[in-house]
């Protein structure tokens, strides 16, 4: 049985579903166009205090009009609730994109973020806030457009229904540091969460992974790992605004997101620069493997020239020609035998009176045993194996821990295995484990940036650890 919504929606599919409630495909049947319906959820529609903020705010987005954010047609009810009704968008999800290709490159990240500072600057000079920034709600369109989705939606949540039901609209993994404490949020907070969704997309990991706004308030209390210990060619000036955007205070990031934007577009520019100056020495021409190297032929070198101009000998008799050759042979002969005897001889009569005197020959230096070298072997073939798996999605946890466990079995020292055990296993939540074997990596490591990577991390996990 078709479901026609208002008496004008025809839903054809459900395409997702959301804290606000379920997403349908559905056509227009007055227009004939297609739309996408976002149904509110029962409790939320419930909540009278919701409905009126809801209305509100409904109209004002409706009349938000940019490139760069979807455009919300209105608002229908339905039954005991009210349906949103939106553009339809092709394309996909950023979301979707990051778990296909795990980070994008520096120049695409900033120009899909450029273009994102743009919106959230067009809607915060109207008084509107995100407040839910993140890649499942920016959407990249088959022409290579971009466009923020569910605009607005989060501030319709300052109600009752908070309080009632427990519940937080926004995702505590892009949350800014006031948003997880519930207090207060102004254009700051969307511009740190941009910031996150930047650093996730060029580094391809998260700046802090919680699941809950508890954990994010926790670990917010110390600075994420710079972008540069992940990607380390990343460029200076993208890594100051990533950490920039991202700092604690609202007061020490940008102030809007057009500030935010400014700064992006420079280094867009910077990017493409350099880009373009990139130029290639010319070398010379390299013959083809499949073709013989060609050489040019020096005619000093004729054997054929060099013959011609050879003075010719007078001839001689032929039983004659070989005498003079045969004489010096025979008397070279004798004259070795003669020296050959001389020196037996004068050997034996100075051994007699100085003996030899030997050198003692060098001690040469202890080659490592095949034992030693194949346990090596073995343990940077388990740490490949360990850090491939990390990298890779879904990968089984405990399969990931025996590779480690076996790489320090091998190689207690194993100073990267220590370094990254000890990341994976902060991650794992097991802050005490993780502590030792940060502990014992940093007591090894001579690099200073890296050690300030490992103390970042050791701090991030004291408050969390017994």
């Known amino acids: 049985m078709e479901k026609i919504i208002s008496g004008k929606y025809r839903v054809l599919e459900k395409i997702g579903k959301g ?46 009009s940019h490139p760069n954010i979807v455009n919300v ?175 604690r205070d609202p007061a020490r990031r940008f102030q809007s997101a057009e500030e935010m934007a400014q700064e992006l577009e420079k280094i867009e520019r910077s990017l493409v620069s350099a880009s ?6 010319a070398t010379r021409a390299v013959p083809s493997k499949t073709e013989p190297t060609q050489i040019k032929r020096d005619e000093r070198f004729d054997i054929s020239s060099v013959e011609d101009h050879t003075p010719t000998l007078p001839s001689s008799p032929k039983k004659f020609r070989y005498v003079i050759p045969l004489s010096l042979g025979f008397l070279g002969v004798l004259l070795i035998m003669a020296i050959i005897q001389y020196s037996v001889n004068h050997e034996r009569d100075v051994s007699d009176i100085i003996p030899p005197v030997t050198k003692p020959s060098p001690t040469p230096k202890p080659s490592p045993t095949p034992e030693i070298t194949q346990i090596v072997y073995d343990a940077r073939y388990y740490y490949n194996r360990a850090v491939s798996l990390v990298k890779t999605p879904g990968a089984d946890q405990e399969e990931i821990r025996r590779n480690f466990e076996k790489t320090l079995e091998l190689d207690q020292f194993f100073y990267e295995a220590l370094r990254d055990y000890g990341f994976f296993l902060s991650d794992q939540r097991e802050y005490t484990r993780a502590r030792a074997f940060l502990r014992k990596a940093l007591e090894m490591c001579t690099d200073q940036k890296e050690r300030e990577n490992i103390q970042s991390r050791i701090a991030q996990i004291h408050p969390l650890s017994p």
């Open 19 to 64: 804290g606000m409630g379920a997403v349908y495909k559905a056509l227009q049947l007055d227009v004939d166009r297609i739309v996408a319906l976002k149904e509110l959820s029962g409790e939320l529609a419930h909540d009278p205090e919701f409905l009126e903020r809801f209305r509100q705010e409904a109209r004002i987005i409706a009349r938000l």
């Open 73 to 247: 047609i209105g608002i229908e009810p339905w039954k005991n609730t009210f349906c949103i009704v939106m553009e339809f968008l092709g394309g996909e999800s950023l979301q979707s994109i990051l778990e296909r290709e795990m980070r994008l490159e520096p120049p695409a990240a900033v120009k899909i973020c450029l273009q994102i500072a743009g919106a959230l600057h067009y809607a915060h000079t109207r008084g509107i806030i995100h407040r839910d920034v993140k890649p499942d709600n920016i959407m990249i369109l088959e022409d290579g457009g971009v466009k923020v989705t569910d605009f607005g939606i989060a501030r319709w949540t300052e109600s009752s229904l908070k309080t009632q039901t427990g519940a937080m609209i926004g995702t505590p993994r892009y949350m800014s540091p006031e948003q997880a404490r519930g207090k207060n949020v102004d254009a700051r907070s969307d511009v740190y969460s941009l910031g996150l969704v930047l650093y996730h997309l060029v580094t391809g990991c998260l700046a802090y992974d919680a699941s809950n706004a508890v954990d994010m308030a926790l670990l917010q209390q110390f600075p994420p790992m710079p972008p540069s210990s992940i990607l380390p060619d990343i460029s200076p000036n993208l890594e100051a605004l990533i950490m920039k955007s991202i700092e």
């Open 276 to 281: 373009a100056s990139l130029v290639i020495p």
